[in-house]
């Protein structure tokens, strides 16, 4: 069964949405996270992935205390990342409840191959990896399923979690079909494209 991961993008402490990581087209979808975090809880979500975008635009973690009131009032896994430059910072992350960690996501680029990019990383212990095809982020354009298909035939020993595009529950249904073991999605939920009712069939 695919591992559904809802996403909660953080701007001034509001649940928030940017289309392609551009801070200009942001849209603020509710004022409390929490209130969005129980909400996924209620619907049989037990991970949940949060992005401090005012962190990642300042290069230091800005939005951990919204992280403690996720971390302490559900029972919600926390994947965090978004400024996440100093030691001190993943101290404060981990400290306010964030289980796993995400660095360096959309300010910076390689030129690197993707799959041997992935290999290198699984040669030096990591195994799970979330991958975004940022053309699609945002766009509810659907998922890349071929690329990550190809990954997971080039690399079947990674656990890839989809990130990108979603835009229905038949998408989340074709990366479950594709043996994807998990996705990352946000604003289909966010803009009424999937009913959190819907989820509660992968869960």
């Keep these: ?38 909400m996924f809880e209620a619907h049989g979500i037990r991970r949940l992935h949060v992005v401090d975008l005012d962190g990642a635009r300042q290069g230091r973690i800005i939005n ?8 302490t009032r559900t029972a919600l896994v926390i994947d965090f990342g978004g400024g996440l430059k100093q030691e001190d910072d993943l101290e404060i992350a981990f400290e306010s409840g964030a289980q796993k960690i995400a660095i360096s996501g959309w300010e910076e680029t390689t030129d690197k191959e993707l799959i041997p990019f992935i ?17 699609r982020d945002g766009m509810l354009q659907g998922p890349a399923i071929g690329l990550y298909k190809e990954i997971r035939e080039a690399l079947p020993f990674i656990y890839i979690i989809a990130s990108g595009g979603v ?3 038949e998408d989340i249904e074709k990366l479950a079909e594709a043996g994807i073991p998990a996705v990352i999605f946000g604003k289909a939920i966010y803009e009424g494209k999937i009913d959190l009712k819907d989820l509660l069939r992968f869960t």
């Design 1 to 38: 069964m695919i591992e559904l991961i809802p996403a909660i993008d953080l701007i001034d402490g509001k649940c928030v949405r940017l289309t392609q990581g551009d801070y200009d087209t942001k849209k603020v979808y509710n004022e409390d996270p929490l209130e969005v975090a129980k």
């Design 119 to 135: 290999e290198g990383y699984y040669d030096k212990g990591i195994t799970k990896v979330i991958c975004t095809d940022i053309s």
């Design 64 to 71: 951990y205390r919204v992280l403690e009131r996720l971390a």
């Design 167 to 169: 835009s229905s529950i």
